[in-house]
């Protein structure tokens, strides 16, 4: 055999198995894409994104408009460590925000090295000034009695610890905790939350693979949130679904949904924080720049805050969480489940 005649066998091997590899892939089912019927609509067809103070308490605010709102809801979304830059989390911000929320994003890191124990401290900072920030008359006033917490990771820590000493503080209660892969309590300390709230909506999701924080303190903040009755906590399990393509994904990044509208730019992200969008990752930093926001999102992560809203603001049943929607075969959808307490 000629070392051209080689090659082109090569060349044509190689063609055979790219369009096998074609006709397999297509004919998985295709996951939904459409949001849920049982989300709230979008309300607000314009998000304004401004920042505030400098270093660990540095903040961004996003706030709906066209129309802008009388008054709004506030949420206060508590990144994962080294998340500083709001860009991972851009599409859950842009859904909360067009459904009238004001999201209230803190840094509450200067840098990696940022102590733990600033974290918090941090925090209050921000929230303080950006509620003084929300009274000027150019903003959108929000109504401090209407207001949740989504932590993700250490601020799935934070996010309870907040809710704990916010009273005292003289800051905002939050009435609905939405903790994604909460941890790990070793390196960030709960706090008592027998002083949570008894009227506070809280659900953790958790998968119990997660190899960053597993599901054990997502169980404690449940356990140890004594003052508030079974009915309103909500231990959520997560997990792959390999029925289709794209394959819908559980994990510690499954909420990341990257949405370059809310890049801060001078602010890094992904695994350390060390990078920015103007660079190229290595191979490391992928799951950052490919978790685009997906069915696991929409019909999961934001559906179950969603729900968890309406149970508390307008008295709507909670929903069956594990109905995400089904495949284009019409196989249900299978990557949530409400586990009993």
Not at 158 to 166: H, Q
Not at 170 to 184: E, H, K, M, S, Y
Not at 311 to 325: C, H, L, N, Y
Request: with cysteine.
């Amino acid at each position: 055999m000629t070392p051209r005649l080689g090659r082109c066998l090569l060349i044509l091997l190689g063609a055979i198995i790219a369009a096998k590899f074609a006709s397999a892939q297509s004919a998985f089912p295709t996951s939904p894409q459409t949001e849920p019927a049982a989300a709230s609509p979008a309300k607000h067809q314009r998000v304004v994104m401004s920042s505030y103070l400098w270093g660990g308490r540095q903040y961004w605010l996003f706030e709906p408009d066209q129309p802008k709102p009388d008054k709004a809801s506030l949420v206060l979304f508590l990144h994962g460590w080294g998340q500083m830059n709001p860009v991972v989390y851009g599409g859950w911000i842009d859904h909360l925000v067009r459904r009238g929320h004001v999201v209230v994003y803190p840094c509450y890191q200067d840098t990696m090295l940022t102590l733990p124990g600033d974290f918090l401290p941090n925090v209050l900072a921000c929230l303080r000034d950006a509620l003084r920030q929300l009274s000027w008359e150019n903003h959108v006033a929000i109504d401090p009695d209407r207001m949740a917490v989504i932590g993700h990771s250490c601020g799935g820590i934070l996010g309870p610890n907040y809710a704990a000493i916010a009273r005292q503080q003289g800051l905002p209660v939050p009435r609905v905790i939405l903790c994604v892969a909460p941890g790990r309590s070793r390196l960030f300390t709960l706090m008592d939350l027998s002083k949570l709230d008894a009227g506070t909506h809280l659900a953790a999701i958790s998968t119990p693979t997660d190899g960053f924080v597993g599901d054990m303190d997502a169980r404690r903040i449940l356990h140890e949130s004594t003052a508030i009755a079974a009915g309103r906590k909500h231990d959520i399990f997560m997990r792959d679904d390999w029925h289709g393509r794209p394959v819908l994904r559980s994990g510690h990044l499954a909420c990341l949904a990257l949405d370059s509208r809310y890049d801060a730019r001078n602010i890094p992200y992904g695994f350390m924080g060390r990078w920015t969008t103007d660079q190229t990752p290595p191979v490391w930093e992928y799951p950052f720049w490919l978790s685009t926001a997906d069915a696991v999102d929409r019909q999961g992560f934001w559906r179950v805050f969603d729900a968890m809203w309406d149970s508390a603001f307008a008295g709507r049943p909670w929903p069956d969480v594990s109905r995400m929607g089904s495949w284009s075969d019409g196989v249900p959808v299978r990557v949530l489940e409400e586990r009993s307490r």
